[in-house]
């Protein structure tokens, strides 16, 4: 593959990628869920500190709990998976550095959104944080530690329809050299 087709398919992912809330309830297979995990691990983060960490959930009988104390994620019911993304604060590495750990995990979650397109995966981004209720409630049922701020849980899985991507360009949005 010549550079050209490379930047295609690479593009072509990219404005492929949809949220995916409707699954049919298949099993993920390890092999796929390691291509996802290492895809957000690859993920740039401020100073390199990578401040994440990654709950793969693939036992359906947590996938409930965590559909039934979520009431954003109620597509994790039919999901074959799901990732947790996670953070710690690091502002302690470096003294009055500014803690970067919820922009990291964010772009980690884009990594791990863009790799299961693909891979022919669906998937969508459900937030936790910042709302300390449904942090409290992923704390709960997966045993996180205190000093672990859930971030965002990604319901995984085959999709049950052929969704469309939205073309989200609004050049109305672009300003050229100055505001």
Known sequence: MNMSE???SFLDVI????SVRSYTGAIISKN???????????????????PWSFIAVTVPVILEKLTEGLPYAKM?????????VCGQSVTH??????????QDCAAATENILLAAEAIGLGAVWTALHPYH??????RRILNVPQEIFPFCLIPIGYSTWEEQPKDKFDPAK??????
């Open 32 to 50: 796929d869920m390691e291509i996802l995990l290492k895809a957000g691990m690859a993920a740039p983060s401020g100073r390199n500190e990578q």
């Open 174 to 179: 672009v300003h050229w050299e100055v505001w």
């Open 15 to 18: 404005f492929s990628r949809k």
């Open 76 to 84: 994790l019911k039919k999901a074959g998976a799901g990732i947790v």
């Open 6 to 8: 490379k930047l295609n």
């Open 93 to 102: 590495s470096r003294p009055g550095s500014k803690d970067l750990w919820d």
């Open 133 to 138: 209720d449904r942090q409290e409630t992923v």
